[in-house]
């Protein structure tokens, strides 16, 4: 199994709403990330989670909030978003090593109204 | 972190080789080249990956040259199916492995 699900695939919010993404992965990976992509431009890295801490925040706005619950699982709590948030959020996760290929999710994209 | 630069598009016809290049001069000497591939609005695909050796696998070849400096990613017969953007990444030690996605090149095979 070399899936990265994530769900939901598609969510529309309100500027004042709080809403979760959640990613899941049963490859035994210990590193999960999460990247943003607009329209046109490449993905670009947000959080990093190593053995479930976080290890890496991209200056991510507090509106953001990620969750590693356990090895399998990545949340990204979103609060008080703002429309330029609207994008496609995706998830990947790895062994954590040089020498072996992160996978990647199908993403979840958001609009935010 | 290592840099790369790619051509921002290229074509090629369907039923030939697509040869992609990459440049990244700045690369370390235990940093290793990664391609991934991303069709319109789905997750980027892993291809392959290498460090100095070439590479092949049942999608692609990886050629990196001798000094490091530039790679080329082949894709033997070009499928429509293989429109797509093509990121070039090198990949550094810590930082989670974290992989940090440049501009890409955007592959149009035609009929």
């Known amino acids: 199994d070399t899936e990265v699900t994530q769900t939901p695939k598609h969510l529309v919010m309100g500027m004042t709403n709080k809403k979760s993404l959640k990613c899941e992965q049963h490859?035994?990976?210990?590193?999960m990330y999460w990247y943003k992509q607009k329209a046109k431009k490449p993905p670009e890295l947000m959080f990093v989670?190593?053995?479930?801490?976080?290890?890496i925040n991209e200056s991510v706005p507090s509106r953001f909030s990620p969750e590693c619950p356990n090895s399998s699982l990545l949340n990204l709590h979103l609060h008080a978003l703002q429309p330029e948030d609207s994008a496609l959020y995706l998830c990947?996760?790895?062994?954590?090593?040089?020498?072996?290929?992160?996978?990647f999710g199908q993403g979840t994209r958001l609009t935010v109204v | 972190d290592a840099k790369t630069t790619q051509p921002t598009s290229m074509d090629c016809a369907e039923g030939r080789a697509a040869n992609l290049p990459c440049n990244h001069s700045t690369i370390s000497g235990n940093e290793y080249v990664y391609w991934y591939r991303q069709i319109h609005s789905q997750g980027p695909q892993y291809i392959i990956h290498?460090?100095?050796n070439n590479e092949t696998n049942e999608m692609a070849s990886l050629i990196i040259t001798e000094d490091r400096k530039s790679s080329t990613l082949i894709l033997p017969h070009a499928t429509l199916r293989d429109t797509a953007v093509y990121y070039c990444i090198v990949r550094v030690d810590g930082s989670g492995y974290a992989l940090n996605f440049g501009k890409g090149t955007s592959l149009l095979v035609t009929p």
């Open positions: 490859m035994g990976h210990r590193a």
């Open positions: 290498g460090l100095k």
């Open positions: 989670y190593s053995y479930e801490k976080l290890s």
């Open positions: 990947a996760s790895s062994q954590g090593s040089m020498n072996t290929e992160a996978f």
